[in-house]
C-alpha cells in the first residue's frame, strides 16, 4: 500500500511536495527539499475519496492588492488594520503570543519595522493568506488547523493571524512576511497554493473535519468559479466591465446564432482521460489489495467524471439566454 500511496501523491500533486521556488526554480527557503515536513502518506487517495464522498472543498487563496498603498511597510500596517479591524479582534503570532489593541498591535510592527522593511517600497513585503471553509464548519477546527498550518508553512517567516467570523464561512487572514530569516523572499506559485490546499486539508481532518482539496480537474469541473470581487459586485447590483463585454459579445453570438466555442478542448479532453485512466488504474489496485471500499469510491469518481459535461460558462448562459429568448417570443408573439 505505501507504494501505491507514493505513487498516487506524486501524481495527485504533479510533483514532489517541496517549499517554495523561484521562478528560475532554485529553492529559496532556508529548509532544503530533504527537510520539509512531507505530507502524510495516502493523502492523494485521501482527498480524492473525499471528492467522490462529496466532502466540501478547503479554499485557500492570496487576494491580490494593485494599490499604490499595498507594499512597503505602510503596506503591512494597512493589511494588519483590515485584519485586526483596527485593533478589535486579537491577533497571534508564530510563537502564540496573543497581541491586543492597537498599541501593542503598533508595537509589533514597529518590531518587524527593524527587520530592514522600508516604509514604503516597490515590492510587496508581506503575503495575505486566507483559509477558509463552507458555512457549518466549526470555528474552532478552523482556527486550530489555519495555526498549524502556518506554523508547519511559514516556519521561518514572521507572520499574524486572526479568524474573522462576521461571515457566513469561517475564514483565518494571515499576514506573513515575505522574507524569511536569512532575508530570501518567498515567491509562491500556482503548483504552491495546491499544496498549501492540501496542507491545510490535512490539518482540518486532524481536527475531525471532513474535508477534501482537489483541483477542478479532478473532478471533472471545467469552468472555473466566479471571482469574489465579481460576484460582490454582481450581488450589490453593479456592472462591471467584463460583464458587459460579456453580454455584448453573448448578444451578438445569440444574433448571429453562433454558439461560443470551447478554446481549449481538446487539451481539456486530453486532460481528462489521463485523469480518468489513472483513477482507474487506482481503483484496480486497491481492489486487488482488498480494499474494496476505498475501490468502489474512487470508481464511482471515474463514473461522475466520464459524464460530466465540457460546457464553458460562455456557452451555458449561452444556451440560456436563448431559451429566455424563446419563452419570451412565446409569450408575447408579434402581432401584424
Given at each position: 500500500m505505501s507504494d501505491l500511496n507514493k505513487r498516487v501523491d506524486d501524481w495527485f500533486l504533479g510533483y514532489k511536495t517541496r517549499s517554495v521556488k523561484s521562478k528560475s526554480g532554485a529553492d529559496i527557503s532556508p529548509r532544503?527539499?530533504?527537510?520539509?515536513?512531507?505530507?502524510?502518506?495516502?493523502?492523494?487517495?485521501?482527498?480524492?475519496?473525499?471528492?467522490?464522498?462529496?466532502?466540501?472543498e478547503v479554499m485557500v487563496k492570496v487576494p491580490t492588492r494593485k494599490s499604490t498603498n499595498s507594499k512597503g511597510m505602510k503596506g503591512i500596517r494597512s493589511h494588519v488594520d483590515y485584519i485586526s479591524r483596527?485593533?478589535?479582534?486579537?491577533?497571534?503570532?508564530?510563537?502564540?503570543?496573543?497581541?491586543?489593541?492597537?498599541?501593542?498591535?503598533?508595537?509589533?510592527?514597529?518590531?518587524?519595522?527593524?527587520?530592514?522593511?522600508?516604509e514604503k517600497s516597490k515590492y510587496r513585503e508581506a503575503l495575505n493568506v486566507v483559509l477558509s471553509m463552507p458555512a457549518g464548519t466549526d470555528p474552532v477546527a478552523v482556527k486550530n488547523a489555519a495555526r498549524a498550518f502556518a506554523q508547519e508553512q511559514f516556519e521561518h517567516h514572521e507572520y499574524l493571524f486572526t479568524q474573522h467570523l462576521d461571515q457566513q464561512h469561517p475564514?483565518?487572514?494571515?499576514?506573513?512576511?515575505?522574507?524569511?530569516?536569512?532575508?530570501?523572499?518567498?515567491?509562491?506559485?500556482?503548483?504552491?497554493?495546491?499544496?498549501?490546499?492540501?496542507r491545510f486539508a490535512e490539518k482540518l481532518r486532524d481536527e475531525g473535519v471532513q474535508c477534501a482539496a482537489t483541483k477542478r480537474q479532478h473532478r471533472g469541473r471545467t469552468q472555473k468559479s466566479e471571482k469574489r470581487p465579481l460576484r460582490?459586485?454582481?450581488?450589490?447590483?453593479?456592472?462591471?466591465n467584463v460583464h458587459k463585454l460579456e453580454a455584448q459579445f453573448l448578444l451578438e453570438a445569440l444574433k448571429n446564432n453562433d454558439r461560443p466555442k470551447h478554446p481549449f478542448i481538446k487539451e481539456t479532453m486530453q486532460t481528462r482521460g489521463i485523469i480518468v485512466e489513472n483513477y482507474g488504474l487506482i481503483a484496480r489496485e486497491l481492489y486487488k489489495m482488498g480494499n474494496k471500499?476505498?475501490?468502489?469510491?474512487?470508481?464511482?469518481?471515474?463514473?461522475?467524471?466520464?459524464?460530466a459535461g465540457f460546457i464553458t460558462q460562455a456557452q451555458q448562459k449561452f444556451e440560456h439566454l436563448g431559451k429566455d429568448l424563446v419563452e419570451i417570443n412565446h409569450n408575447n408573439p408579434e402581432r401584424d
Open positions: 532544503n527539499h530533504s527537510k520539509v515536513k512531507p505530507l502524510k502518506s495516502g493523502s492523494g487517495i485521501a482527498n480524492l475519496k473525499a471528492a467522490a464522498l462529496k466532502h466540501p483596527n485593533g478589535q479582534l486579537e491577533l497571534e503570532d508564530r510563537d502564540g503570543h496573543i497581541i491586543k489593541g492597537k498599541k501593542e498591535i503598533n508595537q509589533h510592527l514597529a518590531d518587524w519595522k527593524k527587520l530592514n522593511i522600508p475564514h483565518v487572514h494571515i499576514c506573513v512576511l515575505m522574507r524569511d530569516e536569512l532575508g530570501k523572499r518567498m515567491n509562491p506559485r500556482k503548483n504552491d497554493l495546491f499544496e498549501w490546499r492540501v460582490e459586485m454582481r450581488m450589490r447590483g453593479a456592472v462591471a471500499e476505498e475501490a468502489h469510491i474512487i470508481s464511482q469518481l471515474v463514473k461522475e467524471v466520464n459524464q
